[in-house]
Structure formats: C-alpha cells, structure tokens
C-alpha cells in the first residue's frame, strides 16, 4: 500500500500558485516530509522538506497541517519549467520501503 | 549540478552479459542509493547503503548487486541482462540515512539498453 496519498495530475496557469496536495495520514511524530520533482526523465530534484512548522525556501514553500497527516506544496508563481512529476514521501530509514516514491502528481503548466 | 556523478551515461550490451553501472555520491554523503526506472514507469526504489553498510532493500534482483566502498562510491552490478532490464539506473546520495539530512540528490543516470 502507498504511504502517500496524491493527485494523479493537475493543471496550473503560467504565473499563477500551483498548490499540490499530499495525505501521509501513517507519518509518525518524528518523521519528516519530503518533496521531490522530475522532470522527464531527468534525475529527481529535491524540493524541500520539513517537521511540522510551515517551510519555505527559493523554490517553494510548504504548509504541514497540525495533525501532520497532510501537506500542500505551493510554487508561488508557477512557470513552464516547473512541467513536472511532483513527489511527497517520508523516511525514517531501513526496512524494505527504503526512500520509496509512489505515483506523485503529474503538474501540468499551461501557457 | 547535484554533485552526484553516474558513469557511464548510456551503455548498450547484449542479452546475457554483466555490467557495472558507478556512482560517486556528493561530498561528505554517506548514504547510497539506487533506482530503476523503465520507461513511463515510475521509479522503483532498488537498495540504499549507508557509510559501507546495507541499509534498506527494495525489489532487486538476486541476478543484481550492489556495494558501497570504503571511499563511499558505490556500483550496481547487473548480470545475465534481459531485454526488461533496460531502463534508466538512478543513483542519489544523502548526508543522512533517514529522517533529519535525508534530502537525496540524483545524478543523471545511466541509460542501459540491452538487445
């Protein structure tokens, strides 16, 4: 079973907030979300991460809700590079999931 | 540029045989690991180490194999290929081995096919 919960695509205009949602509803305390992205067959590109306060650097900003079952990853003024497959996951380390990606959201930015 | 460097880019080599694909983590990681990714497939998590050790395994193969040496590169070795095993390898690398410093970075990947 996934460990993660996300929309298979999405739209977002060119210049406008893409905010993609993610369920982890089994995270535990102490594990940390992370988001990633690929863009066609390129190596994924770590986005961010965080615990449990809002994050946000260059590239996005991310919002944990206060049980931590969920998150939203928001690219503020989206353009057309950020066409892309966007990952959520956690990972506290060993076992057989390893940093195991699910399905992730196919973002799709229209001209 | 994530700082992990994956040699050869592309490899092409025939059913049956055995390659080694090589990664060079970024400096001062010490976590390893390794992905296959066929085409529009997403990617399947194969192995991680981390400063030398097995840390977690996926669905790999027992026809492949994997090490993390002591200068912390690592290869996947893959042998008595099939046509279904050409696919993109990605390697990443991460300071931590889950949790805190766990954010990964990819290389570019090696594109194996075999005919």
């Known amino acids: 079973d996934a460990k993660t919960t996300q929309p298979t695509s999405m739209d977002c205009a060119e210049g406008r907030a893409a905010n993609l949602p993610c369920n982890h509803s089994t995270i535990s305390g102490n594990e940390y979300v992370y988001w990633y992205r690929q863009i066609h067959s390129q190596g994924p590109q770590y986005i961010i991460h965080g615990l449990k306060n809002n994050e946000t650097n260059e590239m996005a900003s991310l919002i944990i809700t206060e049980d931590r079952k969920s998150s939203t990853l928001i690219l503020p003024h989206a353009t057309l590079r950020d066409t892309a497959v966007y990952y959520c996951m956690f990972y506290s380390g060993g076992g057989a999931d390893g940093l195991t990606f699910g399905k992730g959201t196919h973002l799709i930015i229209q001209p | 540029d994530s700082g992990v460097t994956q040699t050869p880019k592309h490899l092409i080599t025939a059913t049956g045989q055995r390659v080694t694909l090589r990664c060079s983590p970024r400096?001062?990681?010490?976590?390893v690991y390794w992905y296959q990714q066929s085409l529009d497939q997403g990617l399947q998590f194969l192995i991680q180490y981390y400063n030398g050790e097995e840390r977690a395994k996926g669905n790999i193969l027992e026809r492949f194999s994997a090490q993390q040496f002591p200068d912390l590169h690592s290869e996947l070795n893959l042998s008595s290929l099939e046509l279904g095993d050409s696919a993109l390898y990605f390697c990443a690398s991460s300071f931590g081995q889950g949790g805190l410093n766990t954010e990964a970075f990819f290389g570019q990947g090696t594109r194996l096919t075999v005919v």
């Open positions: 400096s001062g990681d010490l976590s």
